[in-house]
């Protein structure tokens, strides 16, 4: 099962997964976490690592991601969840974190119940909807990518 916490596509990944028919056989759930409230609230980002390191940092985008897989699919093994957190702009960036900046998390419940979570950064040029759509591929080649190590 899949699930997914958004912020900076706003829920274009779910979107993006649903248009392929059956996918109701293999997509649990899709969060917008757009907020850092509803980051908390709805996938238990702890408050003090958003004030500590930013919305759009490693530990939020990996604690989104574990977030997502906790709640998906009554646990199931095997339960694939993606986050997503950045900076599309055209404002919002600083020095340390220009626009572009996007932090990935990956999520994926073992067979011992254990969620094993992996993360990275990229950094993408151009517009907003640029930076969407480049998040959006990078967060499906991330997820197609893992899910062949696990076969």
Same mark, same amino acid.
């Given at each position: 099962?899949?699930?997914? @916490?958004?912020?900076?596509?706003?829920?274009?990944?779910?979107?993006?997964?649903?248009?392929?028919?059956?996918?109701? /056989?293999?997509? /649990?759930?899709? !969060?917008?976490?757009?907020?850092?409230?509803?980051?908390?609230?709805?996938?238990?980002?702890?408050?003090?690592?958003?004030?500590? !390191?930013?919305?759009?940092?490693?530990?939020?985008?990996e604690a989104m991601a574990r977030?997502?897989?906790?709640?998906? @699919?009554?646990?199931?093994?095997?339960?694939?969840?993606?986050?997503?957190?950045?900076? @599309?702009?055209?404002?919002?960036?600083?020095?340390?974190?220009?626009?572009?900046?996007?932090?990935?998390?990956?999520?994926?419940?073992?067979? /011992?119940?254990?969620?094993?979570?992996?993360?990275?950064?990229?950094?993408?040029?151009?517009?907003?909807? @640029?930076?969407?759509?480049?998040?959006?591929?990078?967060?499906?080649?991330?997820?197609?990518?893992?899910?062949?190590?696990?076969?």
């Open positions: 099962m899949l699930a997914t @916490a958004e912020s900076c596509t706003g829920g274009m990944i779910i979107s993006r997964l649903t248009d392929i028919a059956g996918s109701s /056989d293999v997509i /649990d759930r899709g !969060f917008i976490t757009y907020s850092n409230a509803a980051k908390s609230e709805l996938l238990g980002v702890p408050d003090d690592i958003i004030m500590q !390191f930013g919305a759009v940092s490693q530990p939020v985008a977030g997502a897989c906790a709640s998906s @699919a009554s646990g199931a093994n095997g339960t694939l969840a993606v986050s997503v957190t950045g900076i @599309a702009g055209p404002s919002g960036g600083s020095r340390e974190k220009p626009v572009g900046t996007v932090w990935f998390g990956l999520a994926m419940r073992k067979g /011992d119940g254990d969620i094993q979570v992996t993360s990275w950064r990229l950094v993408f040029q151009g517009n907003r909807q @640029a930076v969407r759509l480049a998040t959006v591929e990078a967060a499906l080649s991330g997820m197609e990518s893992l899910l062949k190590e696990q076969m």
